[in-house]
Nanobody, 115 residues
Framework: VRLVESGGGLVQPGGSLRLSCAAS????????MNWYRQAPGKERELVAS????????NYADSVKGRFTISRDNAKNTVYLQMNSLKLEDTAVYYCRAVRWSGGYWGQGTQVTVSS
């Protein structure tokens, strides 16, 4: 089982990034997918989630209207489009696959918002 995040990096405030999380080793379409983030000295927080098979989405209030989660079950990939990035969005971003029986974590990708 693997979840591999990519797309992180350094961006200026107001900029955009798109994170990807490629899954393998399990039936991706059977799992709800989440994006979490953890900033230095803070607890890991849920940022966005998308269900399966309906694709219903939910967002943390702090990112609502700026971030968009989506999934492509044919590519076994979940995305997080991040627009209007703020300094406080700086964190390691993790994807998680979850269902009633348990879940899996990716290794994380660093997003740094700085001028």
């Amino acid at each position: 089982v693997r979840l591999v995040e990519s797309g992180g990096g350094l961006v200026q405030p107001g900029g955009s990034l798109r994170l990807s999380c490629a899954a393998s080793g399990f039936t991706f379409s059977n799992y709800n997918m989440n994006w979490y983030r953890q900033a230095p000295g803070k607890e890991r927080e849920l940022v966005a989630s998308i269900t399966t098979p309906g694709g219903s989405t939910n967002y943390a209030d702090s990112v609502k209207g700026r971030f968009t989660i989506s999934r492509d079950n044919a590519k076994n990939t979940v995305y997080l489009q991040m627009n209007s990035l703020k300094l406080e969005d700086t964190a390691v971003y993790y994807c998680r696959a979850v269902r009633w029986s348990g879940g899996y974590w990716g290794q994380g990708t660093q997003v740094t918002v700085s001028s």
